[in-house]
């Protein structure tokens, strides 16, 4: 079997294939082609040839892109009318009190995706027990499909009071409007969020709406320009909760592609968890703009269903990823105060880091790795880039070392500093204030920028060690690879824990289990490769926010006890806030089934890397360079290696800087690095090691 994988990233595109016959693996990165399928096929093209294997010979392929975050990011998607009950045109408007900044008299909220004008009330009510109040006639569907055909939409959302306990009057006007809508899309609330609260439920399904044409239209490319270069193989989607979906599903429900950038990188994080029996793992993406974190216990990932994105809530089921604005392009500065800023603002790649040479003349992380010797300038990307030390250093000096007056040294690993001790308050938010001892936890780093920052932040929180794949930059796209079919289902079961009836909650599931073994029908799954997890929303009666808690598989069949459900339920709570009191009734608010379809994958074992312009040898000369770790320590002599020279087993001492062609490597003097089995780089301080 061969496995095809590609991540479309803003900047570039990363490629994987793993040859089952062989059991190698090959990657390719090119640049990013915006809203288009070509950089994906050239990619393809030159994988293909490396890897010796024709591209009809490939027999799945795996795409994580960022179409449908970039249109809700940039306000770019569709044009959108929203179906509403008669009475609630300001759903969005209104919203909620939730905002980012609860104290600042100054903060704007982003505008709704849908104006007030192209909001449309239908005549219909339906109680908060389900009951019609006032029914909707065809007639009375008819017209509000031509006053919603009156404002000319690219796509429509629907979203009618308490849908979620009854979709018969979405049912009704969805028939209307593909009578009158023949070719727009349609997105009813009771698909794409059958849960309580009108506002998240209107948000998250026009949010499908937005950004669903956006992503039909590039995979429609996609289906058209795979088969020219030989490519017929289906099609798998990465979704934000870590698994993936055919196109059909992608299409049904876009919103799941929103927050899928990151989820490669965890799902890989996941398989080196359990090949290095590490279960206690967070892992830290760093790229050129953003630095993402999340948190593994026990070899899984959490997960979550609820978001809030800009201020904005969003109910799409989603891997806990955690992202500040924290990359190798983010700019430092110099607050009123004196103090030293790093981000949000980041250059970007164009212009870029001052050092890159495009016209860049604000200082940024990686101008701040240049001057201390962290990063080379003739090494960058294996030499492949030139980076421009002296407008490096004329940018720290200009906008941070003179307002300061201090070296321009001294300035840059000010800068570093900052940026580290950002990045470590995300991790002990992610740990440390959800109940978890950071010290029990590794470190695994990836993306371009993290493995010079992630030996400091492993020191500076006391965890266990830092692990650094074979291949940090293309590490989501192999993760892509390890990712199955994936459906999230939920459904409304609203009542106090002690009061639930057994049959009602077996039917409820069982509801959810027939959709599930539906769907994965229709993406021809084997009854074998299905698992069913169940799950349910709970809270404390009077509390607005629930948790999702893990049911015992029985609750599928015949078991249940109320009193077992609440202890899990209390002692998630109590893990989670520090609190639970056992007094205090419960209740359920949704029942969930997480449905996995296992998708073949070839074994790969044999990892093929690219080091075209790395001449270095096991008998190459060593050589050093000077690292500035501070004013306290100055400048210290480190050892220079190529990752191609580390064979597994190696043990070396820090300092020590290890160059590859995706990112740089660091070792700070009081840690050891070790090579262990499939190239990972386990970084440790010292006496731990011994």
């Known amino acids: 079997m061969i496995a095809l994988s590609a991540d479309v990233g803003g900047t570039f595109t990363d490629l994987v294939i793993a040859d ?36 009809s010979d490939i027999d799945s392929f795996v795409h994580g892109f960022t179409i449908a975050t970039n249109a809700w990011l940039t306000r770019s998607g569709a044009r959108v009318a929203l ?33 007030r004008s192209r909001v449309i009330e239908v005549d219909e009510r339906t109680d908060s027990a389900g009951q019609v109040v006032r029914a909707l006639s065809a007639a009375d569907a008819a017209r509000a499909a031509d006053a919603i055909a009156a404002v000319e939409p690219e796509a429509v959302a629907v979203c009618l009071l308490f849908s979620h306990l009854d979709d018969t009057h979405e049912r009704l006007l969805l ?138 809530v969003l109910r799409i089921a989603s891997l806990d990823i955690q992202t500040i604005s924290a990359g ?21 790649s164009v212009p870029g880091p001052a050092c890159y040479g495009l016209g860049g003349e604000h200082p940024t992380l990686t101008d701040a790795a240049l001057i201390t010797g962290l990063l080379n300038a003739d090494e960058y990307l294996n030499g492949e880039m030139q980076l421009d030390l002296a407008a490096a250093r004329r940018a720290i000096d200009a906008h941070v070392a003179q307002p300061l007056g201090v070296p321009i040294e001294e300035a840059a690993f000010g800068m570093l500093t900052m940026a580290n001790v950002q990045m ?60 199955d079919i994936r459906y999230a289902l939920q459904k409304s079961f609203h009542g106090p824990l002690e009061a639930v009836a057994p049959e009602a909650l077996r039917e409820a599931y069982k509801a959810l289990r027939q959709r599930a073994e539906e769907a994965f029908a229709r993406d021809e799954v084997a009854p074998a490769d299905r698992d069913m997890r169940p799950l349910a929303d709970l809270r404390f009666q009077g509390q607005m926010h629930e948790l999702t808690v893990e049911m015992p598989a029985a609750v599928l069949e015949d078991w249940w006890s109320a009193a077992d459900v609440f202890e899990l339920f209390r002692a998630r709570h109590e893990r989670e806030f520090g609190f639970a009191d056992a007094a205090s009734p419960a209740e359920i608010v949704n029942v969930r089934i997480e449905a996995v379809g296992r998708v ?79 190239g990972i780089l386990r970084i440790r301080d010292r006496e731990v090691a011994q």
């Not at 994906?40 to 994988?47: A, D, Q």
């Open 20 to 55: 089952g016959r062989t059991g190698a693996t090959y990657a390719e990165k090119v640049l990013s082609t915006p809203g288009s399928s070509d950089a994906i096929c050239n990619g393809i093209e030159r994988l293909a040839r490396r890897a010796g294997v024709a591209a």
């Open 83 to 115: 179906a509403v009950t008669a009475g609630f045109r300001d759903v969005l408007e209104i919203g909620t009190q939730r905002r980012p900044q609860t104290y600042s008299l100054t903060q704007q909220r982003l505008a709704p995706l849908v104006p």
């Open 175 to 312: 028939e209307a409007l593909r009578k009158r809508l023949p070719d727009v899309p349609v997105y009813l609330s009771s698909v794409i969020n059958p849960q309580i609260e009108e506002y998240p439920r209107a948000n998250t399904t026009v949010t499908a709406a937005y950004v669903g044409p956006a992503v039909d239209q590039y995979i429609g490319k996609l289906e058209r320009a795979l088969p020219k270069i030989g490519v017929r193989a289906p099609i798998l989607m990465m979704r934000s909760d870590g698994g993936v979906s055919t196109v059909r599903a992608a299409r049904d429900n876009p919103a799941s592609m929103l927050l899928s950038g990151p989820a490669g990188g965890v799902i890989a994080g996941q398989g080196i968890s359990r090949e290095l029996a590490v279960p206690e793992l967070i892992t830290f993406d760093m790229g050129g703009t953003s630095a993402d974190f999340s948190l593994l216990s026990d070899g899984q990932s959490r997960m979550a269903n609820e978001r809030l994105l800009k201020g904005e």
């Open 328 to 348: 190798g392009g983010s700019i430092g500065w110099v607050d009123l105060g004196g103090a030293i800023r790093v981000g949000p603002t980041s250059a970007g």
């Open 424 to 483: 470590a308050q995300a991790i002990r938010g992610l740990s440390v204030e959800r109940g978890y001892d950071v010290r029990n936890f590794a470190l695994l780093s990836f993306g371009g920028a993290g493995s010079i920052f992630a030996p400091f932040l492993a020191r500076d929180l006391g965890m266990s060690e830092v692990l650094i794949p074979l291949r940090p930059g293309v590490l989501s796209a192999e993760g892509l690879l390890l990712s």
């Open 600 to 678: 073949r994958r070839p074994q790969a074992q044999q990892d093929t890397r690219r080091d075209d312009h790395d001449d270095s040898h096991p008998g190459a000369p060593p050589r050093t360079r000077d690292i500035y770790l501070g004013p306290q320590t100055g400048w210290v002599r480190s050892r220079v290696m190529a990752r191609s020279q580390l064979r597994e087993g190696d043990t070396i001492p820090g300092p020590l800087v290890v160059n590859q062609p995706d990112t740089t490597v660091f070792v700070l003097p009081q840690q050891s690095l070790r090579v262990a089995p499939g």
